[in-house]
């Protein structure tokens, strides 16, 4: 009786031990085949450019390529669920950013939950917007601004890449701080809010320092300040809106995630490699280029810097509500 008793414990053992000594051999061979980046936006956005560039260059370092895809809709809610839908291996990533925390306050659709369905794997960039106006409006100063806005409230149209979307959000805690009301105006996507911007059918747009940046330095638009809490390194003359609003702190940031229950030693090997990538002075000046920092951190600590955004621009979606209805 001992003998098929003791076989029956050996194979018990054997069958939990599988799954793990599974996990572990994937997590050494990884990777072995192509693997996907998600991006939840269109093609040619900055959110897409810092996706290819980290595409490119993490490819060289496994050996493999990375394949950006682009599935935008919903405020990055598609691309969010194709990723916590996907196999948990390590071979479909989702590129993560503010947008992801903001959505987290509305959770209108129930296939896709960035907290509970997304791991971190790493932070990659953070950088400003730029509070721009068309120089044609009287106020040319971030104070000159307040005190005219304060003066003539509902008269001055801000514009959006859409309702709920990060530049419409920040123009919203720009409120928030200053007791001003300025009208919302959203538009589909940056490009016509900018063209709406220089056209001075609106006055007032918080863009990504990548989108407006050459518009700024060939002065079609005024830079009024940036929403960092310190300047911008690419444009050191122009304020940060902290210097005159106490408080104001606004950076866009991306990163990447994976889908929940993806092996630890791949999110180690994966953070490691792109840290790397961010370590490069290549990569950084590039990066520079486009007006945004390495941002890089330990999976730990960036799903900890994800749950502060989470929670900051909860206070301001739930203003944003208040004050329209």
Do not use: C
Request: net charge neutral; proline share 7%.
């Amino acid at each position: 009786m001992d003998l098929p008793r003791r076989s029956f414990l050996h194979l018990a053992v054997g069958a939990v031990a599988l799954p793990i000594v599974s996990r572990i051999a994937s997590a050494q061979t990884y990777p072995s085949r192509p693997v996907r980046l998600i991006v939840g936006v269109t093609a040619g956005g900055a959110n897409d450019t810092v996706a290819r560039l980290l595409a490119q260059s993490l490819s060289e370092r496994l050996g493999l390529q990375i394949v950006v895809e682009n599935r935008p809709g919903a405020g990055g809610s598609v691309a969010t669920e194709a990723v916590a839908n996907a196999p948990p291996d390590g071979y479909s990533l989702l590129f993560t950013s503010l947008a992801n925390a903001i959505g987290a306050s509305f959770n209108d659709r129930p296939g896709s939950n960035f907290a509970r369905d997304i791991v971190p794997i790493a932070s990659l960039v953070r950088g400003p917007l730029i509070m721009e106006v068309n120089p044609t409006f009287p106020g040319k100063t971030v104070p000159e601004f307040i005190a005219y806005a304060r003066a003539h409230p509902g008269e001055i149209n801000m514009a959006s890449a859409g309702i709920s979307n990060t530049t419409h959000l920040v123009g919203e805690l720009f409120m928030m701080l200053t007791g001003t009301r300025l009208t919302h105006v959203p538009f589909r996507g940056g490009t016509p809010a900018v063209t709406a911007l220089l056209a001075g059918q609106v006055q007032v747009y918080f863009d990504g320092i990548s989108g407006s940046l050459e518009h700024v330095r060939t002065g079609r638009l005024q830079a009024l300040g940036v929403t960092s809490a310190t300047r911008a390194g690419v444009l050191p003359e122009v304020p940060s809106l902290s210097e005159f609003v106490p408080g104001y702190d606004a950076s866009g940031w991306y990163g990447i995630g994976a889908p929940k229950g993806i092996p630890a030693e791949i999110v180690d090997r994966l953070n490691a490699e792109i840290n790397a990538v961010l370590a490069d002075p290549r990569m950084k000046a590039r990066l520079g280029d486009l007006g945004y920092d390495t941002f890089a951190s330990s999976p730990a600590d960036f799903g900890t810097f994800i749950s502060r955004e989470t929670e900051k621009w909860a206070k301001v979606v739930r203003f944003a509500e208040t004050r329209t209805q």
